[in-house]
């Protein structure tokens, strides 16, 4: 595993161009499937997940051309429908691929997925949801083997607002032959973008970004092209990155009205915010003050930002509490924080962060995505030299970030 070193004592001054949204291309890719045609993608983020969405497809027969960020993928000759275990292995999200197999062939092969880092993962959801669209479910082998004659519309009201569990039952039932109707679905807007995607098809959705999504489903699907939406996870953590070290940041191919429940908690930390529908610019105050925030569900706090945002509050005035409500094990960046001298103690879902004046810079290792991430802007306004190790973590979700950083004058270097 390769590592970052990291300067400390950095005060961000300059511009980034944000790019595509990591968590709207995963299922964007998946529903190529659907179509068996050519299918071409801009802003596509080049990151290890979305390329590990692409090898999957490539192993189920689709022919994948990568040019940068435009990718043209042709289903038309894909004909596997067995997801490859190692792949699955090593991206869980890879489950939504589930439902456009099951659209497009009526059956499914997969490996359960298993947990990763920040909790359990489970798939229950998924399963119960598919068999209420008359999916048999066969779960008694090493695999999962799904199954079905045809997809029979349903109405279908999920226990959780799950987003993989709503993109895998959008996709499963868009190829259907009446109306699919789901309740209680997630909201965040990488499930408007697919909706979009999918309609863009020749699909008849309708209602994402509600909690009702319905589906009427269609005989056939037409190729198309598409513009991935920006990432506002890679919005928001720049942003966060820059209020740590107190200093000023414009951010382009952004939308803001996306990013709104991290810019509001933001500006409680007393940093100035000017927005455009596609531009951000952050001004943070030379010490933040403390905010409490709990994570929910779009339009909640976003769980993905909350181990970004809780490194940045760590040389905050004053104490916040970070309340996670999301997933069962998403603190795993804060004994590395506390070896930098942060102050922070956990409680149940809560972490307690104490403010103090100063971090100082040591060696440590990245646990997950987003945590990693977090390593990073601690790293660049505590004093001294970081090393950050398994930094292929981070390298997941966050496209050409060394660029970026020594863009906005990190001194930061990647050890292979
Ligand atoms: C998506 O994961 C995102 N990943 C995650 O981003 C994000 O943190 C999460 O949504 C929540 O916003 C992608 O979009 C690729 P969930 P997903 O199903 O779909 C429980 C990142 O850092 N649950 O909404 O897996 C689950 O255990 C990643 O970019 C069940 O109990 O999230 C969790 O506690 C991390 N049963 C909660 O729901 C199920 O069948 C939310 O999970 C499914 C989920």
Sequence with gaps: MSKYIIKGDAKIDGEVD????????????????????????????????????????????????KKKNKVIIDSSNASKMNINEKLM???RSSVI???????????????????????????????????????????????????CDK??????????????????????????????????????????????????????????????IKIK???????????????????????CYTAGTGGKIELNNVRDEITLPVLVKLEETGCKIYREPNKIVLQAPKRLKAVDIQTLPYP??????????LAMLVTA??????????????????????????????????????????????NLVATDLRGGAALIGAAMKAKGITTIDNCEYIERGYEKLEYKLKKLNIDFTKER
């Design 18 to 65: 944000i790019s595509g949204s990591k968590n709207s291309a995963l299922p964007i890719i998946a529903a190529c499937i659907l179509n068996g045609g050519v299918n071409t993608l801009y802003n596509m983020p080049n990151i290890r997940d979305t390329n590990g969405m692409l090898e999957i497809l490539s192993d189920l027969g689709c022919k994948v051309v």
């Design 89 to 91: 292995r090593e991206m």
């Design 97 to 147: 691929v589930v439902g456009a197999l099951l659209a497009r062939f009526r059956k499914a092969i997969f490996s359960y997925p298993g947990g990763c880092e920040i909790g359990a993962r489970p798939i229950d959801l998924h399963i119960n949801g598919f068999r209420k669209l008359g999916i048999n479910i066969d779960e008694n082998t090493r695999y999962i083997v799904c199954k």
């Design 151 to 212: 997809i029979i519309p349903a109405e279908i009201h999920l226990d959780f607002p799950s987003v993989g569990a709503t993109e895998n039952l959008m996709l499963a039932s868009v190829l259907s032959d009446g109306e699919t109707i789901l309740r209680n679905v997630a909201m965040e807007p990488e499930i408007e973008d697919l909706q979009n995607f999918l309609n863009r098809m020749g699909a008849k959705i309708s209602g994402a970004g509600s909690n009702i």
């Design 217 to 239: 489903g269609v005989k056939k699907l037409k190729e198309v092209s598409y513009n991935i939406m920006p990432d506002r996870i890679e919005t928001g953590t720049f942003l």
């Design 300 to 309: 909640g706090f976003p769980t993905d930002m909350q181990s970004v945002f």
């Design 317 to 362: 005035k004053g104490t916040s509490i970070v309340t996670e409500n999301i997933f069962e094990n998403r603190f795993k960046c804060v004994p590395e924080l506390m070896r930098m001298g942060a102050k922070i103690s956990i409680s149940g879902s809560s972490a307690i962060v104490k403010g103090v004046r100063k971090i100082t810079g040591t």
